[in-house]
């Protein structure tokens, strides 16, 4: 490894007793979307103990930051996400979340910190920069529907200076600690939803036969939405379709009138994305109109898939590469059926979202788990892998 301020693991490990004291703080007062106050005020006094120039937009509990604004060349965004779950922690660690209920179960705190990590170590070597950096907090990933990203694009984050290229990273617990996974192209779904109401004629259960029995009804749909994902779609094209909750019913000789069903569809690609919720639509309705029963869908469309820009990360996998070994560096072979708003911004902006490895052998570990406790190790190599994309972009201009 070279030792210029290019170096940025070195200069991120002299940075990790702060992000350990930022990542614990935020880890133990976990907020959920739309209310990281707190978390605000903590990315706040980071930023201006580093100080960093920041504004918060009106209304929002996201944090923007600026390092090098007068910085001649690129911009480039990099952004974590704030806020967690409604999962009572059952880590055991130290820094446990002190709320249950809420708990940091999808690393968000880990990305904050090495984002604040990041700026840390750029702000101390300006100089090196070849543009300015933006930094950006952003609220409420874990919404699903409008989700924190699209407010905060309407605040105009990817303005004043305009960004060029965008960069995120996201904690893996398949990929081994100490590496770094990137994907060109699509790398992560597009999640909707729906709510199927089947509506039949309930009675007692022993004359099923005067009415539409809503619960078999039901039970044809769900089994009907798996034989569309395995006959509609092209074999290499992934769909999921999932019935998450069944509701009808309140005991064993009463037939309800109505059960309600909800589900998520993932898609990889735009048209596909389409395809299903019409298809989906259709298959519904006649296998409900087939036994004589009636049925009210809503669709909801959520995140759209993410397509990392093929230019930019190969650019920041090449850096990466050199930053942190070429064997710490990993082309990820497969896109993930997950979603994130990440998406939106690379929908407006080229630029791409890198999976940060926190597996450790022996230590099964699943994001939004009870249990999920990331290695503090990450920190280091999470806040130099966004320093080093940062950079490379700004020099490599694809
Ligand atoms: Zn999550
Ligand atoms: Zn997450």
């Given at each position: 490894m070279r030792d210029t301020p290019e170096a940025w693991t070195p200069a991120a490990r002299s940075v990790l007793p702060a992000m350990r004291a930022w990542r614990m703080a935020i880890h133990r007062e976990p907020e959920l979307s739309t209310e990281e106050f707190r978390t605000q005020e903590k990315v706040v006094a980071a930023l201006r103990d580093l100080g960093i120039p920041y504004r918060t937009p009106p209304r929002s509990t996201a944090v923007i930051g600026l390092v090098?604004?007068?910085?001649p060349g690129p911009v480039v965004a990099l952004r974590a996400d704030l806020d967690a779950l409604p999962v009572t922690e059952?880590?055991?660690?130290?820094?446990?979340?002190?709320?249950?209920?809420?708990?940091?179960a999808c690393g968000h705190d880990v990305h904050t910190a090495c984002l604040l990590g990041a700026a840390a170590v750029l702000v101390r070597n300006?100089?090196?920069?070849?543009g300015p950096v933006k930094l950006l907090f952003q609220?409420?990933?874990?919404?699903?529907?409008?989700?924190g990203a699209l407010p905060l694009i309407a605040a105009g984050?990817?303005?004043?200076?305009?960004?060029d290229y965008v960069v995120g990273q996201h904690v893996d617990p398949s990929i081994p600690l100490g590496q770094v996974g990137w994907r060109e192209g699509a790398a992560m779904a597009a999640a909707d939803f729906f709510r199927i109401t089947v509506r039949g004629r309930g009675g007692h259960?022993?004359?099923?036969?005067?009415?539409?029995d809503a619960i078999l009804v039901a039970s044809e749909v769900v089994v009907g939405l798996q034989a569309l994902v395995s006959r509609v779609?092209?074999?290499?094209?992934p769909v999921v379709v999932s019935v998450g909750s069944v509701h009808g019913g309140t005991r064993n000789n009463i037939l309800p009138d109505e059960v309600v069903l909800e589900g998520t569809v993932r898609t990889l690609k735009p048209e596909t994305r389409k395809q299903m919720e019409s298809v989906l639509k259709r298959r519904v309705r006649s296998i409900v109109a087939s036994l004589g029963a009636r049925v009210a869908i809503q669709y909801v469309h959520g995140y759209p898939s993410l397509h990392n820009d093929p230019k930019s990360t190969r650019v920041v996998a090449d850096a990466l590469a050199v930053e942190l070994g070429r064997a710490n560096v990993t082309a990820v072979d497969h896109a993930v059926m997950g979603a994130e708003d990440f998406s939106r911004y690379l929908e407006r902006v080229p630029g791409t979202f890198l999976r940060l490895g926190v597996g450790v052998p022996g230590r099964p570990a699943s994001l939004h788990s009870a249990t999920f406790a990331p290695d503090e190790r990450a920190l280091v190599i999470g806040a130099a892998t966004l320093a080093a994309a940062a950079v490379a972009l700004q020099r490599g201009r694809p």
């Open positions: 090098g604004g007068d910085r059952a880590t055991g660690l130290s820094f446990a979340s002190r709320t249950p209920g809420r708990m940091h300006e100089r090196a920069l070849g609220p409420a990933e874990e919404e699903g529907s409008t989700g984050c990817l303005e004043r200076p305009t960004v259960a022993s004359t099923p036969h005067q009415g539409p779609r092209e074999p290499f094209d």
